[in-house]
């Protein structure tokens, strides 16, 4: 089982300021991470994935990968209000394991 | 948006009632997947399929039974509803292998009464 924890938030930025959300996990074998986005009362949706030791970045978005530390974290850079959601993690396999999620608030 | 489709996407049931919950996708993946989402738990697995007939259990998969008998289709029953299983259910499809990720449908909310 791969067990995976986040902050449940809510964690609570201004508008323009960077969100850094954080996601550690238990499985040492876990290779590569998907970060998705849910906003109130919808579905995930992808918005980033990290296969690699590292950073990986796409636009305001980046992800973070530590496997030493066996932590993975994404960066929100210029959030916007719009950015209001909550972020789930999740290491990559045929079945998913999701974090908790954390609640982000992104005030104007 | 992937092609996933949930219906219904509400239901209202009394306990005791059998219900069965349908995803239908239209991108011929091999993976199909039910979770239930529920405050303070997250999104929890139920159960998964990797195949036309070929399923198996996830980590929450009491009180729910799955078939697949077309690529295109996963159902999921509650063969007699209680009141924990009140939720939101989404559907979720993969093409498989271990770094391809996973698309939900737009989910079912589920009340029983």
């Known amino acids: 089982q791969k067990e995976v924890e986040q902050n449940s938030g809510p964690l609570s930025v201004p508008e323009g300021a960077i969100a850094s959300l954080n996601c550690t996990y238990s499985?040492?074998?876990?290779?590569?991470f998907f970060w998705y986005r849910q906003y109130s009362g919808k579905s995930p949706e992808l918005i980033m994935s990290?296969?690699?030791?590292g950073d990986k970045e796409d636009g305001r978005f980046t992800a973070q990968l530590n496997k030493a530390s066996q932590y993975v974290s994404l960066l929100i850079r210029d959030s916007q209000p719009s950015d209001s959601a909550t972020y789930l993690c999740a290491p990559a396999g045929n079945m998913l394991t999701f974090g908790g999620g954390t609640r982000l608030m992104v005030k104007p | 948006d992937a092609g996933i489709t949930q219906s219904p996407r509400h239901k209202v049931t009394e306990t005791g009632t059998p219900v069965t919950l349908r995803c239908h996708q239209t991108e011929n993946h091999r993976y199909m997947y039910w979770y239930r989402q529920d405050p303070g738990h997250g999104l929890r697995l139920i159960h998964y399929?990797?195949?036309?007939?070929?399923?198996d259990k996830g980590e929450v998969s009491d009180g729910y039974s799955v078939s697949r008998s077309k690529t295109e289709d996963f159902l999921l029953t509650l063969e007699s509803a209680t009141s924990s299983q009140t939720s939101v259910y989404f559907c979720?499809?993969?093409?498989?292998?271990?770094?391809?990720?996973?698309?939900f449908g737009p989910g079912t909310r589920l009340l029983v009464l």
């Open positions: 399929s990797y195949g036309v007939k070929d399923t």
């Open positions: 499985d040492r074998g876990s290779q590569s």
């Open positions: 979720a499809i993969s093409p498989g292998g271990s770094q391809e990720t996973q698309y």
């Open positions: 990290i296969y690699s030791n």
